[in-house]
């Protein structure tokens, strides 16, 4: 059973940071393309960024191109989302997910819990 555990959410102030982690169980981890999405208030559920299995290909939402990186460890089967130059549109839930790309849409199929992140202004 794959199980995802995200962790570092909270609040922050706009142009700060924040990091995000991910710990993933129940699969091989670097067989995987990881990524996260986020779901603010009232909006559908977005694609943020997704990383190759070995780390080398990483792909963004144009909203944070540039701001955001991911990365990860495929020895500690960790996941994470280095988030800078924050601003109120970021706050969201934030999920972790191993996801599936079909031409330039991205969806999950299996998801973490989410954690929150409020940018405040």
């Known amino acids: 059973q794959v199980h995802l555990v995200e962790s570092g959410g909270g609040l922050v102030q706009a142009g700060g940071s924040q990091t995000l982690s991910c710990a993933a169980s129940g699969l091989i981890f670097s067989d995987y393309v990881m990524g996260w999405f986020r779901q603010a208030p009232g909006k559908e559920r977005e694609f943020v960024a997704a990383?190759?299995?070995?780390?080398?290909?990483?792909y963004y939402a144009d909203s944070v191109k540039g701001r955001f990186t991911i990365s990860r460890d495929n020895a500690k089967k960790m996941v994470y989302l280095q988030m800078n130059s924050l601003k109120s549109e970021d706050t969201a839930v934030y999920y972790c997910?191993?996801?599936?790309?079909?031409?330039?849409?991205?969806?999950?199929?299996?998801w973490g819990q989410g954690t929150q992140v409020t940018v405040s202004s």
């Open positions: 990383i190759g299995w070995n780390g080398l290909s990483t």
């Open positions: 997910a191993v996801p599936t790309r079909d031409g330039s849409s991205w969806w999950g199929d299996y």
